[in-house]
């Protein structure tokens, strides 16, 4: 039984469960990206919030087929994704975008529009080592760039520009995925989106 005292926290949690953002996960192929947000995004659907993961592989396939792998394509596919994060998080979904988004100027226009929208936007960059990476290696990228089956693999013969001043950096190679997505959400509880 909720009683009058309860009512005000009740409001508040059901304010926060309304309240839309973006957090937008960068870092190399096979740093964890997709890995955290999957935990995080259970958990977050566990306390009642409504929640989009905007998976950036799912999203070439179906949102951006037909784009390559030039700094153009992109960055196309990066504002593409940018446009649907923002939609979705001024409706009040909690959106977590796990893509690489190697470009700077890149991730720098979709915090640009957020903020525009006056929508929450976190960035958060998953600082996995390239040498981890290519040992996890979980699409086998790292293995076809060095066969020569690929070119223009991010970190390796394509730059990656990490950010500078992320809102959160997790080093997801010396903690777990439960760590990391923890330390996650309590970013999102600190700014009062979780």
Known sequence: ??????????????AVQACGATVWLTGLPSAGKTTIASALAERLRA??????????DEIREFLSRGLGFTRADRDTNIQRIGFVAELLA??????????????????????????????????????TPVEVCSERDVKGLYAKQAAGEI??????????????????RIEAHTQTVAE??????????ERGLA
């Not at 306390?47 to 950036?56: K, P, S």
């Not at 979904?93 to 006056?118: F, G, N």
Request: aromatic content about 4%; glycine content about 6%; cysteine-free.
């Open 1 to 14: 039984m909720t009683t009058t005292a309860d009512a005000p926290a009740a409001s508040t949690a059901a």
């Open 47 to 56: 306390e009642g919030h409504r929640v989009e993961i905007l998976d950036g």
């Open 90 to 127: 001024s409706n009040g979904v909690k959106v977590l975008a796990p893509v690489i988004a190697p470009y700077a100027d890149s991730r720098a226009a979709v915090a640009a529009r957020h903020a525009t929208q006056h929508t929450a936007y976190l960035e958060v960059h998953v600082a």
């Open 151 to 168: 070119s223009g693999l991010t970190g390796v013969d394509d730059p990656y520009e990490a950010p500078a001043f992320p809102d959160l």
């Open 180 to 189: 990391s997505a923890a330390a996650l959400h309590a970013l999102l509880t």
